[in-house]
């Protein structure tokens, strides 16, 4: 009679994430009690040498640049309670008082925003009457649009475009100098393609019929788990806040916080394939890691080419996904060789007029935020990019091109002090209209529950809380799996103990840039 043998160690689950921007790195963080007990493998691979995506501050000149998103929304919980959770909550500033306006340019001068999209009706219609932005005609019609805007509201659903419903209450002149500008801050694609319902929340409440329906703020089914952590979120005054050390203290910190996922620098990702009921994931360097689930937290053209082979029809559905480039310019100068006053947060730039650039925002007017060389101003430029363009302008041309702008918006002939330029290549999703249900289709497609989850800014709502929330919501669905693996070991006393943090550290130490 043969002896029985003691059963060896049972190979947690393993999570893989692919990307390592800010819903990556999310993902990561809602994983990291059941991975920092061996309840769960987690790693992240990112292509790069630098997490956080877009999210990049640059602090080279003494004052704090950002290359991608300077601020989050306070009106929607992932970031303030992500920091919360990260002990960040005290670095989080808010907008002066003072730029708590911005302008739009038209006709060679600055046109200060009217206050339309406040909540008080009065103080719009005031403030509407007493600006130089809009002819008297173009007034007159948005005064009428708003008793229109009253009768009809716009209808916030994901079958109706913005544009023609922007247009038929308020008329040409406003959309295309001042409700144009405003939403293309937010979302990059063109306003009568844009879907009504992915804007719904950035317009006032009081022209809108409904708010947005659930298949455009809300992950897929099934519903996420509830979160394990308590969370404790202050007050915060404004809809907008930053970081005191740029908004790249996020993702730094958050990386630093991972104790028992694995994340990896330099290392692509080149394919996801389904064997044997597990999921084969493909490096660049030939190496390969098994999976048990997937998170896939990058753009869909990633995530398009990632899954060609192991689901052609939804990565297909992804590849007519419509993306936007970006290309940020950063520049410092000295305060006096710039010839206006910056009493505001910036200045937006219709396309009406003819200029390369979009926008502008004065960060050193803009934050609450103490940096040297008071004496000097920071400033951030937005190249214009044409609709669907992917191929984007060379360091030197983007240079000059904001040179331009800078020279005629703002009046600035002088060289900059610093400069730094931020391409971003197929950044933004179009919100337009179809593209939820096509979202909605590709997950349908891969399959509830197959192990591959899809999380980022172009499937759940632009924006740094939406992008958090959605990295958190994936890793909620795909932790289940731990937990199963819990109970397991509750019931069956022959399986042995998770190991304790302390001893696995010295048995798989947390590598960056390594696939260990």
Not at 18 to 44: F, K, Y
Not at 61 to 73: I, M
Not at 199 to 210: E, F, G, H, T, Y
Not at 315 to 323: F, H, P
């Amino acid at each position: 009679m043969s002896a029985s043998r003691a059963p060896g160690p049972v190979e947690p689950p393993r999570v893989v994430i692919v990307g390592g921007g800010i819903t990556g790195l999310a993902a990561a963080w809602e994983l990291e009690a059941q991975s920092r007990a061996g309840v769960l493998a987690v790693d992240l691979f990112e292509a790069s040498s630098h997490l956080g995506g877009p999210i990049i501050s640059d602090r080279g000149s003494g004052h704090v640049l950002e290359g991608g998103p300077d601020c989050f929304l306070t009106t929607k919980p992932g970031a303030l309670e992500l920091c919360a959770e990260l002990g960040l909550s005290g670095s989080v500033i808010g907008v002066r008082p003072s730029a708590r306006r911005a302008y739009v340019y038209r006709g060679g001068r600055l046109h200060r925003i009217p206050a339309i999209f406040g909540p008080a009706r009065w103080t719009s219609l005031r403030s509407l009457l007493s600006s130089t932005l809009l002819s008297r005609s173009g007034k007159l019609r948005m005064v009428l649009g708003g008793v229109l805007v009253h009768l009809r509201p716009i209808r916030a659903d994901a079958q109706s475009a913005l544009g023609p419903q922007l247009r038929s209450r308020f008329g040409d002149e406003a959309v295309e100098w001042l409700l144009e500008p405003f939403v293309s801050g937010v979302h990059p694609a063109p306003l009568d393609l844009l879907s009504a319902s992915a804007v719904a929340s950035i317009l006032p409440p009081r022209w809108v019929a409904s708010g947005p329906g659930p298949a455009e703020t809300s992950p897929p089914e099934p519903p996420a788990p509830p979160p394990t952590r308590g969370r404790s979120v202050r007050a915060f005054a404004g809809p907008f806040a930053s970081l005191r050390e740029g908004m790249e203290e996020l993702p730094r910190t958050l990386a630093g916080r991972l104790v028992g996922a694995r994340v990896h620098l330099d290392h692509p990702v080149l394919e996801v394939r389904r064997e044997q009921g597990r999921f084969t994931v493909a490096l660049a360097d030939g190496r390969s890691v098994v999976a048990d689930r997937v998170v896939l937290a990058v753009p869909p053209p990633v995530a398009s080419r990632l899954i060609a082979r192991e689901s052609p029809a939804a990565a297909a559905r992804l590849g007519d996904v419509r993306m936007e480039s970006l290309v940020v310019v950063a520049v410092v100068f000295d305060r006096a060789e710039v010839p206006i006053p910056l009493d505001g947060s910036g200045i937006l730039v219709p396309r009406e007029s003819g200029l390369p650039v979009s926008a502008f925002t004065w960060l050193s007017a803009k934050w609450n935020r103490a940096e040297d060389g008071s004496e000097q101003v920071a400033l951030r430029v937005f190249l214009r990019v044409d609709h669907g363009r992917l191929d984007l302008p060379s360091e030197e041309e983007s240079l000059a091109l904001a040179q331009q702008g800078l020279r005629e918006v703002m009046g600035i002939t002088a060289t900059p002090r610093y400069a730094r330029v931020f391409p971003h290549r197929a950044a933004l999703a179009w919100y337009e209209v179809g593209h939820v249900a096509r979202i909605r289709e590709v997950r349908r497609l891969l399959g509830e529950g197959s192990g591959v989850e899809l999380a980022g800014s172009a499937y759940d709502g632009i924006g740094i809380p939406d992008a958090i929330r959605s990295g958190r919501d994936a890793a909620r669905r795909v932790r289940a799996l731990g937990d199963r693996r819990e109970a397991v070991e509750v019931r069956d006393n022959l399986l042995p103990t998770a190991p304790s943090a302390a001893s696995r550290e010295g048995t798989r130490p947390r590598t960056i840039g390594s696939a260990g």
